[in-house]
Nanobody
Framework: VQLQASGGGLVPSGGSLRLSCAAS????????MAWYRQPPGHERELVAL???????NYADSVKGRFTVSRDNAKNTLYLEMSSLKPEDTAVYYC????????????????WGQGTQVTVSS
């Protein structure tokens, strides 16, 4: 299973970005998909999560500014970010929990390679 994240970049404060994360390879069914971020000098933190059924959960710091969504047919995760602030600067990682085959006994967690988001003040 491979996760390919894209969409990061440098934006001014107040700007917008859209991140994407496409999962490929041996995938039977995808459960939870999520975005995490790791600011410089800090630990990785959950940004937003979306279940297979579409239920979402957001970190308090991004509520009302970020929107997580997914395309189950494409096994792709998205993060629409608006009203970006310098404190949103971080490497953003996607995480997917899935079963690779119908015979997989448990759910497995996979991480994307990370995409840099930099918000200038």
């Amino acid at each position: 299973v491979q996760l390919q994240a894209s969409g990061g970049g440098l934006v001014p404060s107040g700007g917008s970005l859209r991140l994407s994360c496409a999962a490929s390879g041996s995938i039977y069914v995808v459960n939870t998909m999520a975005w995490y971020r790791q600011p410089p000098g800090h630990e990785r933190e959950l940004v937003a999560l979306i279940t297979r059924g579409g239920s979402t959960n957001y970190a308090d710091s991004v509520k009302g500014r970020f929107t997580v969504s997914r395309d189950n047919a494409k096994n792709t995760l998205y993060l629409e970010m608006s009203s970006l602030k310098p404190e949103d600067t971080a490497v953003y990682y996607c995480n997917v929990v899935l079963r690779p085959t119908p015979f997989s006994a448990t759910w497995s967690s996979y991480w994307g390679q990370g995409t840099q988001v930099t918000v200038s003040s």
